[in-house]
């Protein structure tokens, strides 16, 4: 489902929109609105043995799965911002991002009312703090390459996809 499907009446004025679940519009206040795909910033944060840390996802969607720590970024906040953020506030870690790994898009959920995605992802390390689940993480894990999650445990299509990437760019077979 569209992040506009449903939409019919301006949250502006309260006028009726017209459009379709891409674009709608008001002619009453001249008030716009473009569906869009929801920006993320997580970080792969790497110790020094070569560990992964992963999150277990405390709420849904995916409850119970391992997830990439980090999240949706506020508006106007930059995405290396958001992963320090984000970062503090699930692991207890202040990190410094490092390499930018790439984007991947998905969606947020397993139903058709997911909300698509638009996930960025870099390689970080720890400066601060002390590793401890908080926020809407239950768990945290650190994992060597060859200790990873199974895929059938991982939150999110795209989590799997990340991980090999970054297991690819580090030179570890896996």
């Not at 993320?40 to 990439?68: N, Q, S, Y």
């Amino acid at each position: 489902m569209g992040e506009l499907t449903g939409w019919r009446w301006c949250p502006r004025c309260r006028e009726q929109l017209r459009g379709d679940e891409l674009r709608v519009d008001c002619e009453a206040c001249g008030f716009v609105c473009y569906a869009s795909s929801k920006a993320t910033a997580c970080a792969l944060v790497v110790d020094e043995r070569g560990r992964v840390l992963l999150a277990r996802r405390a709420f849904e969607p995916f409850k119970g799965l391992w997830d990439i720590p980090g999240g949706f970024l506020e508006e106007g906040e930059h995405p290396l911002e958001g992963i320090r953020r984000e970062l503090l506030e699930e692991t207890g870690l202040e990190v410094e991002p490092l390499e930018f790994l790439g984007v991947w898009m998905d969606s947020y959920g397993g139903d058709s009312t997911a909300e698509a995605t638009l996930n960025l992802y870099w390689t970080a390390r720890a400066t601060g703090g002390e590793a401890q689940a908080a926020d809407d993480v239950s768990e945290l894990g650190w994992f060597r390459v060859d200790e990873l999650p199974e895929p059938s445990e991982l939150a999110f299509e795209n989590v799997p996809k990340v991980l090999a990437a970054w297991r690819a760019r580090s030179g570890t077979a896996g």
